[in-house]
């Protein structure tokens, strides 16, 4: 329909509303859309239409009233572009092209809509076959765990009886009481070790499987679970069952105290406070010694007391023995840390006074002891400004003059001596043995340095020479005590 037909349609109604709406299904546009353009072309619109509203007394639009001897005239339309197309219904063309495109979105409606329920029906799949997979992987983790726990007991039991009903040709106990490991095959022992670290892994992944919330209890709820180990339901606190805190009704309670607290079961002893206070030199600023260790960049290298505990006892350490670092700037490292007795570790610290003489340097304490005088007196001329010569050659009440001594000789018996303490761990052992050891040891090694006068000990490393002198005062010791016999 044209323009000046669409007016001339209106303007004939007798029913302006009625035909609004007649004229907006022929062109296919809304009702709005008509009423808003037969306005926009001068013609007399009940406003309610466009508002939606039902029409009713003055609600029509009035046009502008004429003045009096004016001519009455109508307007003739202005040509301007509408603000919307419109289909004319006797154009099978565009009305096909209108339905054409109506199609089109209709079918990319329906395709999107397709697409996001095939996405969420694939989602939903995936979620609940990840859900499956982790329920089985929990059921066979506590499986696992309630066939390793069988099996230690089994081990156990075989452990008990092969070291309490032994063999007649075997001794069941040590002289102290204690049971005899070497009657234990190893593979066993291995492999009751290596069962209790798995089962002590697996205890920390087992979780109790809820089966309902009970009731609420404040912030927090209670829940009935099923326990893991036994299969017994029992109730409890949701947020203690989620944290790990409680894994079982309680069947399990010994393992799983074990497990939480990850104990070595040695914090009363000794050597348990050793580490502790290395760590404290080397960690915690308030510790008072940290300024001699800590601060000065000296580090802890064993990775836990674990690592610290078998290092100890695989070199030796007993209780009436300290660690001690070989180099005094150097770390508490594997290679650093040697245990001796406790009075040759105290004549290794920073606050001896060190005295230098003809290359050798020994604490005040050593050199007294060499030269039989009080440690004291060589401590006060050395802070008194005496030099290390005339503090050491100066004698006192008998005791040695060491400018008569070879220096040498001095160092030589300082180096195996500190070799045999390493090695015996006591600095007094030499005193236990019979002078004719040393009598023996003595031809063995002078025939070595006769042999070749470089050469050195194959256990010490110390050249032949340094034990020959060594021998030789131990044996002048030994037999000054016993009367020249």
């Given at each position: 329909m044209t323009d000046s037909e669409i007016i001339q349609d209106y303007r004939e109604a007798k029913n302006p509303k009625a035909q609004v709406e007649i004229l907006a299904d022929r062109n296919l546009v809304s009702k709005k859309e008509?009423?808003?353009?037969?306005?926009?072309?001068?013609?007399?619109?009940?406003?309610?239409?466009?508002?939606?509203?039902?029409?009713?007394?003055?609600?029509?639009?009035?046009?502008?009233?004429?003045?009096p001897g004016s001519k009455v005239t109508i307007p003739e339309p202005e040509e301007a572009e509408p603000a919307f197309t419109i289909v004319d219904p006797t154009d099978p063309p565009a009305v096909a092209e209108k339905l054409t495109e109506i199609d089109r979105l209709c079918a990319e409606n329906e395709?999107?809509?397709?697409?996001?329920?095939?996405?969420?029906?694939?989602?939903?799949?995936?979620?609940?076959?990840?859900?499956?997979?982790?329920?089985?992987?929990?059921?066979?983790?506590?499986?696992?765990?309630?066939?390793?726990?069988?099996?230690?007991?089994?081990?156990?039991?075989?452990?008990?009886?092969?070291?309490?009903?032994?063999?007649?040709?075997?001794?069941?106990?040590?002289?102290?009481?204690?049971?005899?490991?070497?009657?234990?095959?190893?593979?066993?022992?291995?492999?009751?070790?290596?069962?209790?670290?798995?089962?002590?892994?697996?205890?920390?992944?087992?979780?109790?499987?809820?089966?309902c919330k009970t009731r609420k209890v404040g912030n927090d709820w209670k829940g009935l679970f099923e326990c893991p180990f036994c299969g017994k339901e029992f109730e409890s606190y949701v947020s203690n069952v989620l944290s790990g805190r409680q894994r079982s009704c309680g069947c399990a309670k010994g393992k799983l105290i074990v497990s939480s607290r990850g104990t070595h079961g040695d914090t009363k002893t000794r050597l348990y406070r050793i580490y502790r206070h290395i760590l404290e030199r080397c960690e915690s600023p308030s510790c008072k010694e940290f300024k001699w260790y800590g601060a000065r960049g000296i580090e802890c290298e064993f990775r836990d007391y674990e690592d610290f505990r078998d290092f100890a006892l695989s070199n030796g350490y007993t209780d009436d023995l300290t660690v001690e670092r070989v180099d005094v700037n150097g770390n508490y490292s594997r290679e650093n840390v040697v245990f001796i007795p406790l009075q040759l570790q105290a004549r290794n610290t920073r606050r001896n006074v060190m005295i230098t003489y003809k290359g050798l340097?020994?604490?005040?304490?050593?050199?007294?002891?060499?030269?039989?005088?009080?440690?004291?007196?060589?401590?006060?001329?050395?802070?008194?400004?005496?030099?290390?010569?005339?503090?050491?050659?100066?004698?006192?009440?008998?005791?040695?003059?060491?400018?008569?001594?070879?220096?040498?000789?001095?160092?030589?018996?300082?180096?195996?001596?500190?070799?045999?303490?390493?090695?015996?761990?006591?600095?007094?052992?030499?005193?236990?043995?019979?002078?004719?050891?040393?009598?023996?040891?003595?031809?063995r090694h002078l025939l070595a340095f006769v042999e070749n006068r470089d050469a050195v000990d194959d256990e010490s490393g110390l050249p032949h020479l340094w034990h020959i002198i060594c021998n030789c005062a131990f044996l002048c010791e030994l037999l000054k005590e016993n009367d020249g016999k």
């Open positions: 008509m009423a808003k353009w037969l306005i926009d072309h001068g013609q007399k619109v009940d406003r309610r239409i466009l508002l939606g509203r039902r029409a009713g007394p003055g609600t029509m639009k009035e046009p502008k009233a004429p003045e395709k999107l809509r397709n697409d996001l329920g095939n996405l969420a029906e694939r989602d939903a799949k995936a979620i609940n076959q990840l859900r499956a997979e982790n329920e089985q992987l929990r059921k066979d983790m506590q499986e696992m765990a309630m066939e390793d726990t069988n099996r230690i007991e089994e081990l156990e039991e075989q452990l008990e009886k092969l070291t309490t009903k032994p063999g007649p040709d075997q001794a069941v106990k040590a002289d102290a009481g204690k049971l005899k490991l070497s009657l234990v095959p190893p593979e066993l022992i291995k492999a009751c070790a290596q069962l209790e670290e798995y089962d002590q892994a697996s205890l920390k992944m087992v979780r109790a499987k809820m089966i340097t020994l604490c005040a304490s050593e050199w007294a002891e060499l030269l039989g005088m009080r440690p004291d007196t060589l401590t006060k001329r050395i802070r008194s400004g005496w030099s290390a010569e005339k503090a050491l050659e100066t004698t006192v009440n008998g005791s040695v003059d060491i400018s008569l001594v070879p220096i040498e000789a001095i160092s030589a018996i300082r180096a195996v001596r500190l070799f045999g303490v390493k090695k015996y761990k006591d600095p007094d052992n030499w005193k236990k043995v019979e002078p004719q050891r040393y009598i023996d040891a003595l031809y």
